[in-house]
């Protein structure tokens, strides 16, 4: 199972350098396609994108990601409020692993 980082090329810059393999560079008009791509990879663990990215999606999208499981969603950055990294891995794991 592997990180993807889906986003612009600013933003995928630090994972790239972090020595991710699965990145994926998207500009806005090509953003749903990416990330329906990435969806439907069996090798995906974790999937990070930016939180303004994310709300660009369309919302039938946006619930299927922030509904997701395998792979669970994480959204960074952004102005308005990211995703807990906690309560993905409790979505994902069924436990707090905090407690």
Known sequence: ME???????EFVTGFRLAGIKKIYEAKSDELESVVTKVLKDSDVGIFVMHEDDF??????????????????VVTLGGT???SNLREKIKQSVGVDLWK
């Open 3 to 9: 990180l993807a980082v889906v986003g612009s090329s």
């Open 80 to 82: 308005g409020e990211s």
């Open 55 to 72: 709300n660009k999606l369309p919302e039938i999208l946006r619930d299927t990601l922030s509904e997701s499981v395998d792979p669970p």
